[in-house]
């Protein structure tokens, strides 16, 4: 028979051993860390792509000579050195958390060498005016300091390392986004599938504190501003819904040939990628750096700036434009480079927003633009909730959150039509590989090592 909780019984069992609370205590200030180095590695990015812009307005043509060499010189030294930070960093967490991986590789996709080689090779690509993003790599930064954690809590601890995996990645996200709130939904929605009774009230502390490290520093400001959204009629459900399907068929279709690229599908230049990798990066780096001369430079970097640009009113991304900054983030995680495409996707899908606003009548712009960020995200994620999240929290868009919801749902079951998941996939390929590089002969012949085959958010 079921009693209701003696106040006092679970008083002294809290107060019983002042272990736990050390415990607490460590990993909350593990967490706090984690919310520095993501901040650092903000700072740092943001000024290394500054200094890449200067340099572009100064020598545009010279780009064509030091894009391809630096994305060269990043996937050498990756190869040769760091090869779990290769990538995105949201598959490696969740090959972390793979019931399959064996224990003593769980380090080999997140541990704090992992961490400073991702900052420094993550602001490397932004320094080559690459078309990535941090935030994806941020979820891997933080989850190496958490996962670091553990050699200080006692042997009897019920903090286990995917625990501190979970909370580490979740909050990467609430730190890069400055949104607490998607970070605790990415936790449950793409990293653990449910948060464990035992864990769950300490693990959501650490996010919240990482993304106040974020907010102490940043402000408590919207990523992008606050938008101005008119009262939505019946006169925005058609262009919202031509939004949402073309973000859905777009963001599904790229998810596929991230797949087909990186998990080594057959074909004459993954084989070259496979036995000349450098080579290999170095031409991407040159074909984005084409790309972004010939776009005047606006696909080179995360696309944040002509997110915020469009947001108020200004074509930034044309239709064409919006193409090319398709094809630069996917040649540029082909490459191997360590980078995300979270903020790519999201001015990705804030250029398909502004196409469709050019068609239809008032002033549904930035309305139609931040669904298509919330589209195009879900549909290349398939995690429609983190997506619609994060764009509210971005754009304090809380007077769309049924619009911005039903954008990223059915953005997400469009692509669920076109393609698999696409970070569950990366994640199952990288796990294979690591089982398989335990057994002898099994895969001692590769040359591309798993994790530099990973994407980025």
């Given at each position: 028979m079921n009693r209701e909780p003696d106040f006092l019984?679970?008083?002294?069992?809290?107060?019983?051993?002042?272990?736990?609370?050390?415990?607490?205590?460590?990993?909350?200030?593990?967490?706090i860390a984690a919310g520095l180095?993501?901040?650092?590695?903000?700072?740092a990015s943001d000024w290394v792509f500054g200094a890449f812009l200067r340099f572009h307005g100064a020598w545009p043509w010279a780009v064509l000579l030091t894009t391809p060499l630096l994305t060269a010189a990043i996937v050498w030294f990756t190869l040769r050195f760091f090869p779990g930070a290769g990538g995105s960093g949201i598959p490696q967490i969740k090959a972390a958390l793979h019931a399959t991986l064996p224990e003593e590789r769980r380090f080999s996709f997140a541990s704090l060498r992992l961490t400073v080689a991702k900052i420094g090779l993550g602001a490397a690509g932004f320094a080559a005016g690459l078309s990535i993003g941090r935030e994806g790599p941020s979820v891997q930064v933080a989850a190496g300091v958490m996962q670091h954690a553990r050699r200080w809590l006692s042997p009897r601890t019920t903090i286990d390392g995917r625990a501190l995996l979970v909370a580490g990645g979740a909050a990467g996200i609430a730190a890069a986004f400055n949104a607490p709130l998607a970070g605790v939904v990415f936790a449950i929605e793409e990293l653990s599938g449910r948060?464990?009774?035992?864990?769950?009230?300490?693990?959501?502390?650490?996010?919240?504190?990482?993304?106040?490290?974020?907010?102490?520093?940043f402000g408590n400001s919207s990523y992008f501003g606050v938008i101005r959204v008119p009262r939505l009629g019946w006169d925005a459900l058609g262009p919202g819904l031509l939004v949402t399907l073309l973000s859905g068929v777009a963001g599904g279709l790229f998810a596929r040939l991230l797949i087909a690229s990186l998990t080594g599908a057959p074909g004459r230049l993954n084989r070259w990628r496979a036995r000349f990798p450098v080579r290999f990066a170095a031409a991407c780096g040159l074909a984005v750096a084409v790309i972004g001369l010939v776009t005047g430079g606006v696909t080179f970097g995360a696309g944040s700036e002509a997110v915020k640009q469009m947001l108020q009113?200004?074509?930034?991304?044309?239709?064409?434009?919006?193409?090319?900054?398709?094809?630069?983030?996917?040649?540029?995680?082909?490459?191997?480079?360590?980078g995300g495409i979270f903020a790519p996707s999201l001015s990705i899908g804030a250029g398909i927003g502004d196409a469709v606003a050019t068609l239809a009548s008032?002033?549904?712009?930035?309305?139609l633009i931040a669904m298509g960020m919330a589209g195009f995200l879900a549909a290349v994620t398939q995690a429609?909730?983190?997506a619609f999240i994060i764009v509210m929290e971005m754009v304090d868009g809380h007077s769309m959150v049924l619009s911005l919801m039903a954008a990223a749902m059915l953005s997400s079951l469009v692509s669920r039509m076109i393609s698999r998941p696409l970070y569950d996939t990366l994640a199952e390929h990288m796990v294979r590989r690591a089982v398989d590089s335990t057994q002898p002969g099994k895969a001692a012949a590769e040359v591309m090592p798993a994790a530099s085959t990973t994407p980025t958010r």
């Amino acid at each position: 028979m079921n009693r209701e909780p003696d106040f006092l019984e679970h008083l002294r069992a809290e107060l019983s051993s002042g272990r736990i609370w050390l415990d607490r205590a460590i990993v909350l200030g593990y967490a706090i860390a984690a919310g520095l180095f993501v901040v650092g590695f903000t700072l740092a990015s943001d000024w290394v792509f500054g200094a890449f812009l200067r340099f572009h307005g100064a020598w545009p043509w010279a780009v064509l000579l030091t894009t391809p060499l630096l994305t060269a010189a990043i996937v050498w030294f990756t190869l040769r050195f760091f090869p779990g930070a290769g990538g995105s960093g949201i598959p490696q967490i969740k090959a972390a958390l793979h019931a399959t991986l064996p224990e003593e590789r769980r380090f080999s996709f997140a541990s704090l060498r992992l961490t400073v080689a991702k900052i420094g090779l993550g602001a490397a690509g932004f320094a080559a005016g690459l078309s990535i993003g941090r935030e994806g790599p941020s979820v891997q930064v933080a989850a190496g300091v958490m996962q670091h954690a553990r050699r200080w809590l006692s042997p009897r601890t019920t903090i286990d390392g995917r625990a501190l995996l979970v909370a580490g990645g979740a909050a990467g996200i609430a730190a890069a986004f400055n949104a607490p709130l998607a970070g605790v939904v990415f936790a449950i929605e793409e990293l653990s599938g449910r948060l464990e009774a035992r864990s769950s009230g300490l693990i959501i502390t650490a996010i919240v504190l990482a993304g106040l490290v974020a907010v102490s520093v940043f402000g408590n400001s919207s990523y992008f501003g606050v938008i101005r959204v008119p009262r939505l009629g019946w006169d925005a459900l058609g262009p919202g819904l031509l939004v949402t399907l073309l973000s859905g068929v777009a963001g599904g279709l790229f998810a596929r040939l991230l797949i087909a690229s990186l998990t080594g599908a057959p074909g004459r230049l993954n084989r070259w990628r496979a036995r000349f990798p450098v080579r290999f990066a170095a031409a991407c780096g040159l074909a984005v750096a084409v790309i972004g001369l010939v776009t005047g430079g606006v696909t080179f970097g995360a696309g944040s700036e002509a997110v915020k640009q469009m947001l108020q009113g200004h074509d930034e991304l044309t239709p064409l434009n919006t193409v090319l900054k398709f094809v630069a983030t996917w040649l540029t995680a082909w490459s191997g480079v360590p980078g995300g495409i979270f903020a790519p996707s999201l001015s990705i899908g804030a250029g398909i927003g502004d196409a469709v606003a050019t068609l239809a009548s008032g002033d549904l712009g930035p309305a139609l633009i931040a669904m298509g960020m919330a589209g195009f995200l879900a549909a290349v994620t398939q995690a429609p909730l983190t997506a619609f999240i994060i764009v509210m929290e971005m754009v304090d868009g809380h007077s769309m959150v049924l619009s911005l919801m039903a954008a990223a749902m059915l953005s997400s079951l469009v692509s669920r039509m076109i393609s698999r998941p696409l970070y569950d996939t990366l994640a199952e390929h990288m796990v294979r590989r690591a089982v398989d590089s335990t057994q002898p002969g099994k895969a001692a012949a590769e040359v591309m090592p798993a994790a530099s085959t990973t994407p980025t958010r």
